[in-house]
């Protein structure tokens, strides 16, 4: 096939770009115009762009159902406000939504997830998916007597996972640093490290997880009294969440920090040298706390960047794509290549897959996912532009 721009990731994008590939999906070719055996007559012609398929590192499909349901801008507090009184549905409901969840990542691109569950609602549908995933079974309990059932609770959902045929890979995670006991971390992270796996955690989504963790006192720290998990007697540690975590989490285990909204320099200091990634949730970001990560402080750190869609209770979709417009948008200066870096092969690296995905190199199998109304120079993200899976 022909396009336009074909973005191979790997390599930097070729104009009028011709891409071989098996019946299967196996590049076996990747040509320039002018290379032997590029052949104009037999290509099929794609107006836009061609791009690898995409990693979506972030994404809970388990609350697939709750689209539309919480207004935006209601900052992560009322979120959870919000989300503590609607999160019951009938299964019939919630089990359809994740099947049109996973439909419409599919159709739009996306070739793997990584996927937060609390428990095994989304387990059918992955059994059956296209998509590659790798189930992250989330914990939280803010107080250590809660640490063992909460990790053996996990630990039975984790056994569920593994007993499915197809996508049965994931390990243990955390929700957040204001979520979780010392314990609790403690268990998971020696789990993780006995059995491999990616510590995947929510960070700094609202400007309150600093206060909490400064003083004790802040907006967060009020709704967790409220919800009487917080009696007073927790001793705020000092300093921000981010370099708590940096203090706790063995140096040995990859860390993946979802959010990143309210991230300062000064949160980042020794995680520069670590296993550590960064997924940036843009459409989330916009949608509860009406802002973004300073995008910009993360490129000029060198840190690894990748991209996921949080859900459906906090998006209006699971479109990668949508999320790369959204950047491009806020931070013009971004070349497109290096936003589809993120996108796909950051993304594969990440999950140890980029043998198989992430770019047109001959061999891979990264699927294929056409831009159509791009521009035909592949220089701007289009607003208009539209992502699909061929
Ligand atoms: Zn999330």
Redesign the pocket.
């Known amino acids: 096939m022909l396009a336009d721009v074909v973005f191979p990731v790997s390599s930097p994008p070729i104009s009028k770009g011709m891409l071989v590939c098996s019946d299967d999906g196996m590049v076996l070719a990747l040509l320039h115009p002018g290379d032997v055996g590029y052949d104009l007559s037999e290509a099929a012609y794609y107006r836009g762009w061609i791009v690898p398929g995409f990693v979506n590192a ?1 994404c ?1 499909l388990e609350l697939s159902h709750l689209k539309d349901q919480i207004q935006t801008g209601t900052g992560l507090d009322g979120f959870v406000e919000k989300l503590m009184d609607i999160r019951q549905n009938d299964p019939d409901t919630i089990a359809r939504a994740i099947l049109n969840a996973d439909a419409e990542m599919y159709d739009t691109g996306t070739v793997f997830v990584g996927d ?1 569950s609390n428990g095994t609602n989304s387990f059918q549908c992955k059994e059956n998916s296209k998509i590659l995933y790798h189930t992250f079974v989330e914990r939280f309990g803010f107080h250590s007597d809660k640490a063992d059932s909460a990790y053996h609770s996990g630990k039975q959902v984790l056994e569920k996972l593994q007993q499915l045929q197809h996508n049965h890979r994931g390990n243990l995670t955390l929700h957040a640093p204001y979520s979780v006991s010392e314990k609790l971390l403690t268990l998971v992270c020696n789990e993780i490290s006995q059995h491999g796996g990616i510590l995947s955690i ?1 960070n700094q989504e609202t400007s309150t997880e600093r206060d909490l963790f400064l003083s004790g006192k802040g907006a967060l720290t009020s709704r967790l009294e409220k919800m009487g998990i917080y009696d007073g007697n927790w001793s705020a540690p000092g300093i921000s969440s981010l370099q708590w975590l940096h203090e706790k989490i063995p140096d040995s285990i990859r860390v993946l920090l ?2 990143n909204t309210f991230t300062e320099l000064s949160d980042l200091q020794g995680w520069l040298n670590r296993d550590a990634w960064l997924c940036l ?1 843009p459409g ?1 970001n916009l949608y509860i706390e009406s802002r973004l990560p300073d995008i910009q402080l993360f490129i000029d750190e060198k840190l690894r960047l990748v991209i ?1 869609t ?2 459906l209770a ?1 998006n209006t979709q699971l479109n990668i794509y949508e999320e790369i417009k959204l950047i491009a948008l806020n931070f013009p200066d971004i070349p497109a290549a290096m936003l589809f870096e993120w996108a796909c092969l950051n993304g594969a690296k990440l999950f140890e897959m980029q043998h198989l995905l992430g770019s047109f190199d001959v061999g891979k199998k990264p699927g294929l996912v056409w831009i159509s109304d791009a521009d035909p120079e592949g220089k701007k993200i289009f607003k208009h532009s539209k992502a699909q899976s061929i």
Do not use: L, P
Request: with cysteine; aromatic share 0%; glycine share 8%.
């Open positions: 972030h809970h937060i929510h979802v959010h949730c989330a996921g949080d859900s906090s």
